[in-house]
């Protein structure tokens, strides 16, 4: 195809990064919906007021049970809190949380 006579504008397409919160604990940003994939479900958070600073985070059973209380458009925080026993098999546990507002006069990115 010949760029000059491309009548068209484009975007270029983003790709999301993986969170891997062995590096980093927690992620903050905006809970913009979810990646269905062979692997599972996965989290897309929007973590800046650029629109391609995106990062999928992978689920898992403890982390989709407590996705199910988070709606798109939510501000939220996940953390990480590690690998813990369960009765048959070690799992990676999460804690999430819903902003109830913003503390003072500060922005929500």
């Known amino acids: 195809m010949n760029e000059k006579n491309d009548v068209y504008q484009w975007k270029k397409v983003a790709q999301y990064k993986a969170h891997n919160f062995e590096d980093v ?46 709606n798109v458009g939510d501000k939220i925080k996940i953390v990480y809190l590690g690998k813990e026993k369960g009765k048959t098999w070690e799992y990676k546990n999460f804690d999430v949380y819903v902003s109830e507002g913003v503390k003072d006069d500060k922005p929500v990115f």
């Open 25 to 70: 604990n927690t992620l903050i940003g905006i809970y913009i919906g979810t990646l269905n994939s062979d692997l599972g479900i996965n989290y897309l958070v929007q973590v800046s007021n650029d629109p391609t600073d995106i990062y999928l985070v992978f689920g898992n059973k403890v982390l989709s049970n407590k996705m199910l209380n988070v």
